[in-house]
């Protein structure tokens, strides 16, 4: 699976994985909410052999893996790198992981915020992927107005 997924990163986009993958059948992903004194942890049980993948995150993020064996990519320039719980890792703002679970995994995510209507966190904390990708357009539009 770390081969394949190495190939997919090289042929195609993120997002053209990550569509693809949605025509197929969903594994369910038990997701645990916890608020505490201005903190919000998002916790997922990620069955052995799944391939998930998260949302883009508009600030650096505290992840955990707290249990279990990984093979994640966190970008494009990066290799993939597979992590065994317990462990404390951070991503960029705006990286997209993709996950390979080699054994049953725990895994966490830690925002700051007093906030617990899960909407409103997921507006203060995650990017659409179509605002991504338009933000890339114009990053891009700019770098070739630039070198004109």
């Known amino acids: 699976m770390i081969n394949e997924i190495a190939t997919f990163k090289d042929q ?3 997002k053209d994985l990550e569509d693809e993958l949605l025509k197929r059948e969903q594994v369910e992903i038990p997701t645990m909410h916890s608020f505490m004194g201005g903190v919000y942890v998002r916790e997922i049980l990620i069955p052995k052999g799944t391939l998930i993948i998260g949302k883009r995150h508009r600030h650096e993020t505290c992840n955990i893996l707290l249990k ?9 320039h990066l290799p993939v790198k597979t992590l065994t719980g317990p462990c404390i890792f951070p991503s960029e703002p705006g990286a ?9 995994a725990v895994f966490a995510n830690i925002h700051p915020t007093y906030e617990t ?3 409103k966190i997921e507006e203060e904390f995650i990017i659409p992927e179509e605002e991504y990708i338009e933000s890339i357009k114009i990053t891009e539009t700019k770098k070739i107005e630039m070198e004109i």
């Open 12 to 14: 195609l986009t993120l």
């Open 68 to 76: 279990g064996t990984l093979s994640i990519f966190m970008g494009k």
């Open 96 to 104: 997209k992981k993709m996950g390979y679970a080699q054994t049953d």
């Open 117 to 119: 209507d899960l909407e």
